[in-house]
């Protein structure tokens, strides 16, 4: 059988993670704080594209499902972090450039992002157990809710 971790455990890890980065500046301070984060993130990607790369292979030379569509999500993600953070990384290496600071490289990875989620959205629909009724339902809701938050934090950002 296979191990399972209690809910009540995971939360009290993500708790305790929560406040442990808080603290840690006061020790190794930001700068060091930001390298470390980066550098660990960087790995956890690997990880995850390593260890998932194959199914996600599999996955899309597959038939479309819900499945399918959040393995390949799920790997999209992952790779957008790990580009994501190669390139703070570097920016950090060299000094934050300032070709760097004004590239639109960072538009495109919250770009991309954002289109990944459309897969993530759309994959409830294709399970066959899944209320369609209800998930079209959430779906509004959600598409409405991220509409009015896209538009007022649009609508901040031009303001400024």
């Not at 930001?30 to 690997?46: E, P």
């Not at 994501?84 to 960072?106: N, V």
Request: charged share 10%; net charge positive.
């Amino acid at each position: 059988m296979p191990y399972r971790t209690r809910t009540d455990k995971m939360l009290i890890l993500i708790l305790f993670s929560g406040v442990l980065f808080w603290l840690l500046p006061i020790f190794i301070g930001n700068d060091v704080l930001q390298k470390v984060i980066n550098s660990a993130v960087f790995g956890i990607a690997t990880t995850v594209l390593v260890t998932w790369g194959s199914s996600a292979y599999y996955a899309i030379r597959g038939n479309v499902t819900a499945e399918n569509q959040h393995i390949i999500a799920t790997v999209a993600v992952w790779f957008i972090v790990w580009v994501q953070r190669l390139y703070a990384m570097i920016f950090l290496y060299m000094d934050r450039p300032m070709w760097m600071q004004i590239s639109a490289f960072p538009a495109f990875v919250t770009y991309m992002f954002g289109i990944t989620g459309i897969f993530i959205i759309i994959a409830p629909a294709m399970i066959e157990s899944v209320d369609k009724r209800e998930y079209i339902i959430q779906t509004v809701v959600g598409v409405g809710l991220g509409t009015i938050a896209a538009v007022v934090s649009l609508v901040i950002q031009l303001l400024n």
